[in-house]
């Protein structure tokens, strides 16, 4: 098991910025290709961003391209997610997810093995 932990969500104005982090506490996510989710009030979980720890490719939804950045720590303990710009549409529970095997990017929930529980974000128009 890889506990997975989010924060850094809250409440912002559109327009706004927020950075969200992710971390095994005691554990390195150096194995793991990372993803970030969401998933807003009657919708299904959608794809927000990945990356390869191993390679440091990053892939990302249309919907965020250009305004969200995926990213880690030097040490392998924490990916973030930068989030500028931020739209009321934006506004989900973001979660953070762990696949094993360090270089292949998804954009599919079913190919992630650990889910954390979620941080919410809430833009306001």
């Known amino acids: 098991q890889v506990p997975l932990v989010e924060s850094g969500g809250g409440l912002v104005q559109a327009g706004g910025s927020l950075r969200l982090s992710c971390a095994a506490p005691?554990?390195?996510?150096?194995?793991?290709?990372m993803g970030w989710f969401r998933q807003a009030p009657g919708k299904e979980r959608e794809f927000v961003a990945a990356?390869?720890?191993?390679?440091?490719?990053?892939y990302y939804a249309d919907s965020v391209k250009g305004r969200f950045t995926i990213s880690r720590d030097n040490a392998g303990n924490t990916v973030y997610l930068q989030m500028s710009s931020l739209k009321p549409e934006d506004t989900a529970v973001y979660y953070c997810?762990?696949?094993?095997?360090?270089?292949?990017?998804?954009?599919?929930?079913?190919?992630?093995?650990?889910w954390g529980r979620g941080t919410q974000v809430t833009v306001s128009s």
């Open positions: 997810a762990a696949r094993v095997g360090p270089s292949y990017l998804s954009a599919l929930a079913d190919e992630y093995d650990y």
């Open positions: 005691g554990r390195t996510l150096r194995n793991y290709a």
């Open positions: 990356s390869s720890w191993s390679s440091g490719n990053t």
